[in-house]
């Protein structure tokens, strides 16, 4: 038994066992004897987060076995578990607390757990290499899951300060005005279950409770059972740092086939791993019965193309090179978006081979603690059967020219007790017309190279997998580029474009990235788990609602046009944050606008466009004399709404949705209603920081005909009274 690894599980395991079991002994009254002895009972079984508590399973359970070296070193077991039970704990107790909080609150919840994790990545690291991770791989999984968390807990400025937000635009139903719509988006009132792949042990669990928790539901996750004692470390540290509200987050390590004999409609689901068990578990009665969404990430053949301009020599063919050996050997081929399938032009494939054999050669395997070590190995001894078995049925249509999948050299460790593998390239020719390359997936270090003649043929293999995560072509002509992403993107999630001007801060062709979709259509499941606000959206019900516009500014906490605009006592701008309330509204004194007018603002901006300054060139324009510039009647507008006096507004920094629907001609007058649309907190930087919140106020800028001639948002910094 590897007594480092051991000895990380168990420092984990005893930090925190010891912390929990301080809080049931404040309940139990145990005795330090006693809680010495639950410390060493538990080391090497892993623990289910269970209703708040750290609870093993029955039985002996399944035991997990060190990637590098094949020693035993913990086992895991959900049986016996209350299933049910923890469902009921997290409707209740996680989601009542998490729907409290507002979308702010939630957000800044997330900033904190990225910071505290944070701060514990380096016990991750040394928890992660026993799935075969070297450095680079753990650093994908551990700080990219962080970051997805700040990622998501930055999103929280793109939402308001309320538990609900809405979606869209008011939607006016009637000719007076007095009846309308809009979309509501509440929370889910169930949790997410989250069944996950052996690959990404930590960003599988960060980046899919990131979105949940931010939408306000509560979460149960399901790692898969190979590699859940890096999962579990992480949830043991979450847990202990108190920071999500008690039910927030609950785990089961272990087999839990029974995991969704507990969904209703309240929930959703969502699985990443293989298609086939994907298309099992959609197909789970209770799943169809009560309509729970289920979102399904599962296995592509991802493609990379070089573009017909790629030629031996340019730039993008050695991009090319390197970015599709990256792809074969990070994570040793274990990630999702890999790239399976590798199209060149006929006329490069020989080249394109010669320069990833002569790559690959060079990718030292083994023990990645060991000096030069690039690539690890499996996350154990059956996936590394299955990628064998994979490989097998690849060769009935492809030939093998680099690699071997019975042996490897290894540095650093026993090429036989750890789940290695040789990097491997395989060839087919005839690529249109075999199947298996187009759909067998091995999941290892493994990618078939196939040639092309056009671009229209390149779109077509593409196509050949039914739908994938991502997709990447590197090109530098930009008309081959369009036309590859515009005929393909009907088939894949994702598709970068890569070319010598972007190489150098590119993401590359593997990386999900929490702003941007992730999933894909077809045989990728038609997912959708990430994608900023769109992911949010997965975990809130939206709904439409009808009435007055009064009374959707109450529901919505914005005001919606048309809605009651009562007169403010004193000016909003004498008003402190807390105190204003939406629709609050300041009707203005009028200014008659004069010629001379238009002419200075001319000639202080610097702006003679003919229409404002020459009434001769008028002629088959669509204006009937000299017109006001509109951003003269937007400062107007402002100059009749401010009220100057210092107070507690701190300043004006936007403006937003900004419209000139009328021509001004010299005479009309105009007036200003602003009313106070949306108030959005902010949180203090640090103790020094000043107290405040945006404040939205719509301008409504109208002539002596009550028609509006300008309307826009503007966004103004607020003091709030209360400075603590
Ligand atoms: P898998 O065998 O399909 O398992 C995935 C998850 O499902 C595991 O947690 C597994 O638990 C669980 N599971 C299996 N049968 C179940 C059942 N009857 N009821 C409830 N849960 C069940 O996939 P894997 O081998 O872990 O992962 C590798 C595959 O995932 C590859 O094909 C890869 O392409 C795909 N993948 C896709 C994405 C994506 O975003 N599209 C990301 C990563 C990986 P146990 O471990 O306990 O069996």
Not at 187 to 202: L, Q, S, T, Y
Not at 649 to 663: A, Q, S
Not at 704 to 715: D, P, R, S, Y
Request: contains cysteine; negative net charge.
């Amino acid at each position: 038994m590897n007594s480092g690894l051991l000895k990380n599980l168990s420092i984990f395991r005893r930090v925190h066992i010891y912390k929990v079991a301080l809080n049931i002994s404040s309940h139990l009254s145990l005795t330090c004897a006693c809680l010495k002895t639950h410390i060493k009972m538990t080391m090497n079984k892993l623990g289910n987060l269970v209703m708040d508590k750290w609870i093993e399973g029955d039985g002996t359970g399944s035991t997990l076995y060190n990637a590098i070296n094949g020693e035993a070193i913990a086992s895991t077991s959900s049986d016996g578990l209350d299933i049910s039970a923890m469902y009921d704990y997290a409707r209740g107790e996680g989601g009542h607390s998490l729907r409290k909080m507002t979308f702010q609150e939630r957000g800044l919840m997330l900033k904190a757990l990225a910071l505290h994790l944070n701060s514990k990545k380096a016990d991750f690291y040394k928890v992660s290499w026993a799935t075969g991770a070297t450095k680079i791989d753990s650093w994908i999984d551990i700080e990219g899951g962080i970051g997805n968390l700040f990622t998501n807990a930055s999103l929280r400025r793109r939402l308001p300060n309320t538990p609900f937000a809405v979606d869209g635009d008011f939607i006016p139903l009637s000719k007076e005005g007095t009846f309308g719509g809009h979309h509501l988006l509440v929370p889910k009132e169930g949790v997410a279950i989250h069944i996950n792949a052996f690959n990404f042990p930590v960003w599988g669990m960060l980046e899919k409770i990131a979105v949940n928790l931010l939408a306000g539901v509560p979460a149960i996750v399901k790692p898969a059972t190979v590699t859940s004692y890096l999962t579990e470390a992480v949830v043991r540290e979450i847990h202990a740092s108190g920071i999500l509200p008690k039910g927030a987050l609950q785990l089961v390590c272990g087999s839990a086939r029974n995991i969704l004999d507990y969904v209703d409609e309240r929930d959703v689901v969502t699985f990443t791993g293989s298609a086939d068990t994907g298309r099992l578990l959609k197909a789970n009665e209770r799943i169809i019965n009560h309509s729970v969404p289920f979102n399904l990430e599962a296995d592509s053949l991802n493609s990379a193309i070089l573009g017909p301009d790629a030629s031996p020599g340019t730039p993008e063919f050695d991009l090319f090179i390197k970015e599709v050996r990256k792809e074969i050997t990070v994570k040793c081929g274990q990630k999702c978006t890999a790239v399976r399938r590798i199209m060149v032009p006929k006329g490069h494939i020989d080249a394109v081979q010669e320069a990833l054999a002569s790559q690959l050669a060079q990718t030292v395997v083994g023990d990645p603690q060991a000096e030069g070590v690039r690539m690890g190995a499996l996350v154990g001894q059956s996936q590394r059967d299955d990628v064998r078995a994979q490989i097998a049925l690849l060769r009935e249509e492809a030939e093998l020219v680099f690699g071997s999948p019975d042996s490897v050299e290894t540095t650093g460790a026993d090429s036989e007790k750890g789940a290695f593998m040789s990097p491997m390239l395989l060839r087919v020719d005839n690529p249109a017309s075999v199947t298996k390359v187009h759909e067998v997936e091995a999941f290892g270090p493994v990618s078939t190279i196939m040639p092309y003649d056009s671009i229209e043929d390149a779109v077509a293999l593409s196509k050949m997998g039914k739908g994938s995560l991502c997709c990447s072509i590197t090109t530098h002509d930009k008309k081959a580029a369009a036309e590859f992403v515009r005929n393909a993107a009907s088939m894949h999630g994702r598709i970068l474009v890569l070319d010598r001007e972007c190489a150098k801060e590119s993401t590359g062709h593997g990386s999900p990235l929490p702003l941007l979709v992730h999933g894909g259509p077809g045989r990728a499941g038609g997912g959708e788990e990430m994608g900023g606000l769109r992911g949010v959206k997965h975990y809130l019900q939206r709904t439409a609602i009808q009435g007055h516009p009064s009374m959707l500014t109450a529901i919505t906490e914005q005001y919606q046009p048309g809605g009651a605009q009562p007169e403010s006592e004193p000016h909003v701008f004498r008003k402190h944050f807390e105190e204003l309330e939406i629709g609050d509204t300041v009707t203005t004194a009028k200014h008659t606008v004069t010629e001379a007018d238009i002419a200075n603002f001319a000639n202080v901006s610097g702006d003679n466009f003919y229409a404002h300054v020459d009434a001769t060139s008028l002629e088959g324009t669509l204006f009937e004399q000299k017109v006001a510039h509109g951003y003269f009647v937007l400062s107007k507008a402002a100059g009749l709404f401010v009220d100057p006096r210092k107070g507690p507004v701190l300043l004006n920094y936007g403006i937003e949705e900004c419209r000139f629907t009328k021509p001004v001609y010299p005479g009309a007058t105009i007036g200003v209603r602003l009313t106070v649309k949306e108030k959005i907190s902010q949180e203090k930087r640090d103790a020094e920081d000043v107290a405040k919140g945006i404040v939205k106020y719509l301008v409504d800028v109208y002539d002596e005909t009550g028609e509006t001639v300008a309307i826009a948002t503007i966004l103004t910094m607020v003091k709030k009274l209360d400075q603590s």
